[in-house]
């Protein structure tokens, strides 16, 4: 017992790269933490830490005994925290990182609904198109619209969305519709950075579409925005552009066509989950399903 507890001590030495930061969270004085790293590092035979006036950083060793300490002192505590749930409803604050667009007009509402379920929990959302670091920052979840790039993040699967053609009534009026993919050489179309093609299927074929226009951007809600303002053709998933859908700003065109799914995950630091995030996540591929 006396080895995790210092273990757990060193894990939060790391993450504060401090003595002094450490014995703020822990409570512990700092000249104890200072000698029970000491006696850490004698019992293992190497050093972890290097020791500077002002800081500390790990060596080799340091890093990888990091790594699986906090595994170690993550399940245990979990462990704790999941036997005190069994008994109350989950609680506390979850943070959680969210696509502007999607969280904005699609996932407030079901949002809504969870914290109705859970009044224990407390929230805080960024809404952001950055990258955010789930080990760095004190984010539980991120919620992130495709493919996940490789790492050593947890990423699990919440739903796979089709985009679909739309375009504003006016804009349709003033430039006619398209009646097949190879139309849309000839529109104005609103794509992301790069985009030369779109892949559209129709459930027994798949074409390329050329596609081009005057309005090249990196936010969705941008050509969202330019759709309703009868400026192009956009390509988006129908959850994006429910509410203008409702109130006819757009409408769906080649509605036999769709272009390729867009994944969405729950991206975690750990599988070692507390239950406010667990159910989080949960409620989310149930609702999105």
């Known amino acids: 017992m006396e080895l995790l507890n210092d273990m757990a001590l060193f894990?939060?030495?790391?993450?504060?790269?401090?003595?002094?930061?450490?014995?703020?969270?822990?409570?512990?004085?700092?000249?104890?933490?200072?000698?029970?790293?000491s006696l850490l590092e004698k019992a293992i035979g190497l050093r972890l830490l290097h020791r500077t006036t002002r800081r500390i950083e790990l060596t080799e060793a340091g890093q990888i005994y990091f790594e699986r300490c906090k595994r170690i002192v993550d399940e245990a505590r979990l462990a704790h925290e999941q036997l005190?749930?069994?008994?109350?409803?989950?609680?506390?604050?979850?943070?959680?990182?969210?696509?502007?667009?999607?969280?904005?007009t699609y996932l407030a509402p079901l949002i809504a609904e969870f914290a109705e379920r859970y009044p224990g929990i407390s929230f805080e959302f960024d809404l952001t198109p950055r990258l955010v670091d789930?080990?760095?920052?004190?984010?539980?979840?991120?919620?992130?619209?495709?493919?996940p790039e490789p790492s050593h993040m947890i990423a699990r699967p919440l739903a796979r969305l089709s985009p679909y053609l739309y375009a504003s009534p006016r804009y349709l009026e003033r430039n006619g519709e398209p009646s097949r993919p190879s139309d849309l050489a000839r529109h104005q179309c609103l794509c992301m950075l790069k985009a030369k093609v779109w892949t559209l299927d129709n459930g027994s074929e798949t074409v390329e579409a050329a596609v081009g226009g005057r309005f090249r951007l990196n936010n969705i809600g941008m050509i969202r925005r330019l759709a309703t303002l009868d400026t192009g053709?956009?390509?988006?998933?129908?959850?994006?552009?429910?509410?203008?859908?409702?109130?006819?700003?757009?409408?769906?065109?080649?509605?036999?066509?769709?272009?390729?799914?867009?994944?969405?995950?729950?991206?975690?630091?750990?599988?070692?989950?507390?239950?406010?995030?667990?159910?989080?996540?949960?409620?989310?591929?149930?609702?999105?399903?």
């Open 84 to 104: 005190g749930e069994m008994l109350e409803q989950p609680s506390g604050f979850l943070r959680v990182s969210l696509p502007v667009d999607f969280a904005t």
């Open 11 to 37: 894990v939060e030495v790391v993450k504060a790269r401090s003595f002094r930061g450490a014995a703020q969270t822990t409570k512990v004085p700092n000249s104890t933490l200072s000698r029970r790293i």
């Open 233 to 289: 053709i956009a390509m988006m998933p129908e959850q994006i552009v429910s509410d203008e859908l409702a109130d006819k700003r757009l409408q769906r065109i080649l509605p036999r066509w769709q272009g390729a799914p867009v994944s969405v995950f729950a991206i975690t630091e750990t599988r070692l989950l507390p239950a406010k995030t667990q159910r989080f996540i949960e409620f989310l591929k149930e609702r999105l399903k």
């Open 134 to 147: 789930l080990v760095a920052e004190p984010f539980d979840v991120a919620i992130r619209m495709g493919e």
